[in-house]
T-cell receptor, first 113, second 114 residues
Framework: KNEVEQSPQNLTAQEGEFITINCSYS?????LHWLQQHPGGGIVSLFM???GKKKHGRLIATINIQEKHSSLHITASHPRDSAVYIC???????????????FGKGTKLSVKP | DGGITQSPKYLFRKEGQNVTLSCEQN?????MYWYRQDPGQGLRLIYY?????DFQKGDIAEGYSVSREKKESFPLTVTSAQKNPTAFYLC??????WGAGEQYFGPGTRLTVT
């Protein structure tokens, strides 16, 4: 079983729809990251969070530490949101020298006009 | 502008040849990483470095080598010993190690070995 599981693997939406991508993990973490990978391959960090909720524009990320679950929401989706969204968890401690960054396999989102 | 550069974007090599992928950052980050991405799989860690002149093997280091002689540079050599080198390679850096800080990624190098 993978330590970081994302669902769904693939998602197709119509422009304007509200989108939710889920991430569940089975290890203790110090932080969770949401990343966006565009078709060209470059990856951009969207959020890093260790508790609660963060919002940036139309993107919202939430995390429930007790349930070991995080969600990424996109409101009013647009074709330019089409990308692969990757969840990653950090098992390292701040300032520590041990740990790991474990990646999910990604969710491929396609938003149709 | 601060960021990470990788070159080249596409690289083609014949089997049996060593090839070096470049990674440079001007973010003044101590930690740097090399990842490999294959279709349908999550990113996998090849090597990482937390400070100049120090680096450690990741999960899939066999057939790869790195150096960290300067803070800004972390080149990856794919040797002929790597059994399946064709992949997309991503370099990343962070101000703190292990995802304790935001990770910044380069644009990647797509290596094809025939």
């Amino acid at each position: 079983k993978n330590e970081v599981e994302q669902s769904p693997q693939n998602l197709t939406a119509q422009e304007g729809e509200f989108i939710t991508i889920n991430c569940s993990y089975s290890v203790g973490i110090s932080a969770l990251h949401w990343l966006q990978q565009h078709p060209g391959g470059g990856i951009v960090s969207l959020f890093m969070l260790s508790s609660g909720k963060k919002k940036h524009g139309r993107l919202i990320a939430t995390i429930n530490i007790q349930e070991k679950h995080s969600s990424l929401h996109i409101t009013a989706s647009h074709p330019r949101d089409s990308a692969v969204y990757i969840c990653a968890v950090s098992t390292g401690n701040y300032g520590g020298s041990q740990g790991n960054l474990i990646f999910g396999k990604g969710t491929k989102l396609s938003v149709k006009p | 502008d601060g960021g990470i550069t990788q070159s080249p974007k596409y690289l083609f090599r014949k089997e049996g040849q060593n090839v070096t992928l470049s990674c440079e950052q001007n973010l003044n980050h101590d930690a740097m990483y090399w990842y490999r991405q294959d279709p349908g799989q999550g990113l996998r860690l090849i090597y990482y470095s937390q400070i100049v002149n120090d680096f450690q093997k990741g999960d899939i280091a066999e057939g790869y080598s790195v150096s960290r002689e300067k803070k800004e540079s972390f080149p990856l050599t794919v040797t002929s010993a790597q059994k399946n080198p064709t992949a997309f390679y991503l370099c990343a850096s962070s101000i703190r190690p292990w995802g304790a800080g935001e990770q910044y990624f380069g644009p990647g190098t797509r290596l094809t070995v025939t």
